[in-house]
């Protein structure tokens, strides 16, 4: 049953009820966002330190491939005992997998400890969800979306500048071994009211696991494993592992995801779908803005991590607009709206690419692209709460999240291959935005069928 009743007028995100909780919440996003921009802004140089640049799309994905799998046992972790054991286990994996590629001396053991961080970041990003939708009123949850957003701001301004300082000063190692500290605030902050939250489960609201998921989950993270190795070994060989890794992902994928959402069914389907396309391709991209302006314009790591500044700003634009009541009948047409900016900004990053086109036009195309995300984004995770029983609430936000992250392995191991496949030269960028830019364009029109039919 749901733990939250509508309130008052005076019951806000920051009101003696949900006080403690937001704050705990945002603490954690907090958390999540400056490792993402800081990370982000080190990656080249330690990619290019460790000999690891064929590999610098592993990187990314394999973050990726792991958390698939743990977002599916913290869909059913939390449907069984309530969001905070998984949500600090995540919080220690996440922590764990930065000291590990911190400390690694070559770029295999570095992304191992990336995969860690997945397993750590699966956990928590479910948990978060499934906690937004059992403590909060329905009329709020905007506005938690709108906040999660709003904690990217601040990261997405000072964590480029201060990684990219980092970085320059005492190396890129510094970045991942500084960042686990801040894992002691948001457990210091949250966790009186996360486990007041967790507790006030009760007993019949609790579901045996599901073993046939979680087998499902566990193939399909591995066979995106086999198909980023694929990607990244170019011998005739590595089509066995493609075979291999697409036999266990599409079967997988099918039994994970809502029935009809690789055809855009109405309601669910296409909400999980159209999460999919517009992270998969936003990320899809981003991950290789920084490196195309250090390899080809030169750009120092802080200037190139900044670039992508000015999306985070925007994104938190882009959510709080979405969160407003006024645009609640217009949802839909907001999503719409969204997706089209951000395949404009995906093809506009690849303009530092003419030699005639300024460098910042990347971060002019990017701060497009963000108020489209914020857009998007949290207006999906709104939509899923509508139509989430709060039995299904873990399941459902897990399918999610996992079309999210299955989306991102796929097409940043796709980019990575191109990548590989061209050698890094400047066309294997412009091989890399515009087909991103293409199937985010694609899904404005799965934006037409998020709404059920009536009856």
């Given at each position: ?5 509508p309130?008052?007028d005076?019951d ?56 698939l ?8 972790w ?16 996440f922590?764990?997998?930065l ?13 191992l ?22 403590a ?15 904690s ?17 000063q ?13 894992v002691?605030?948001?457990l210091?902050?949250g ?24 087998g ?19 011998r ?6 493609a075979?291999?890794g697409?036999?266990?992902v ?21 909400v ?19 490196l ?7 750009m ?9 500044a ?8 882009g ?10 009948p ?6 719409a ?16 690419l ?32 509508k139509?989430s ?11 999610l999240q ?32 515009i087909?991103l ?13 998020l ?5």
């Amino acid at each position: 049953m749901p733990l939250a009743t509508p309130g008052t007028d005076t019951d806000t995100l920051l009101g003696s009820r949900y006080r403690a909780l937001t704050l705990a919440m945002v603490s954690v996003i907090l958390l999540i966002a400056f490792e993402a921009t800081a990370v982000g802004t080190a990656m080249p140089i330690a990619a290019r330190e460790l000999d690891g640049l064929p590999l610098y799309a592993f990187a990314f994905s394999g973050y990726f491939t792991t958390s698939l799998f743990a977002m599916v046992v913290s869909g059913q972790w939390c449907d069984r005992t309530g969001p905070l054991a998984p949500l600090i286990t995540g919080i220690g994996a996440f922590a764990a997998g930065l000291v590990v590629s911190g400390t690694a001396q070559s770029m295999w053991p570095f992304v191992l400890g990336r995969a860690v961080q997945g397993v750590g970041g699966g956990l928590v990003i479910v948990a978060l969800y499934v906690l937004v939708g059992l403590a909060y009123p329905e009329r709020l949850r905007p506005s938690v979306m709108a906040a999660f957003a709003a904690s990217w701001v601040l990261p997405s301004i000072v964590g480029p500048l201060v990684a990219g300082t980092v970085t320059e000063q005492f190396g890129w190692r510094w970045v991942f071994l500084a960042i686990p500290v801040l894992v002691v605030l948001p457990l210091l902050i949250g966790l009186p009211a996360l486990r007041r939250t967790s507790l006030q489960r009760h007993a019949d609201d609790r579901t045996a696991p599901d073993r046939r998921r979680l087998g499902l989950a566990l193939a399909v993270s591995a066979g995106a494993g086999l198909l980023q190795y694929a990607g990244q070994d170019l011998r005739p060989l590595s089509l066995v592992f493609a075979a291999a890794g697409a036999a266990l992902v599409v079967p997988a994928a099918l039994g994970l995801l809502p029935r009809g959402t690789f055809r855009a069914a109405r309601g669910l389907p296409s909400v999980v779908l159209l999460r999919g396309v517009a992270s998969g391709t936003f990320l899809g991209a981003e991950s290789f803005v920084p490196l195309m302006l250090v390899t080809q314009r030169h750009m120092s790591p802080t200037l190139a991590g900044l670039s992508l500044a000015g999306g985070g700003v925007t994104w938190g634009v882009g959510s709080w607009i979405q969160g407003r009541p006024r645009f609640e009948p217009h949802r839909e047409r907001l999503v719409a709206l969204g997706t089209l900016l951000m395949a404009a900004a995906i093809a506009g990053a690849a303009l530092p690419l003419l030699d005639a086109a300024p460098s910042w036009s990347a971060a002019a195309a990017w701060a497009v692209g963000g108020l489209g995300a914020g857009l998007v984004i949290s207006s999906l995770s709104v939509i899923l709460f509508k139509l989430s029983p709060p039995s299904e609430a873990g399941a459902n936000s897990a399918a999610l999240q996992v079309s999210d992250a299955l989306s991102s392995v796929v097409l940043v191991a796709s980019a990575g291959t191109v990548f590989a496949a061209l050698g890094g030269a400047k066309g294997a960028f412009t091989a890399i935005f515009i087909p991103l830019a293409a199937l985010s364009l694609a899904g404005v029109g799965v934006a037409a069928r998020l709404r059920q039919k009536a009856g």
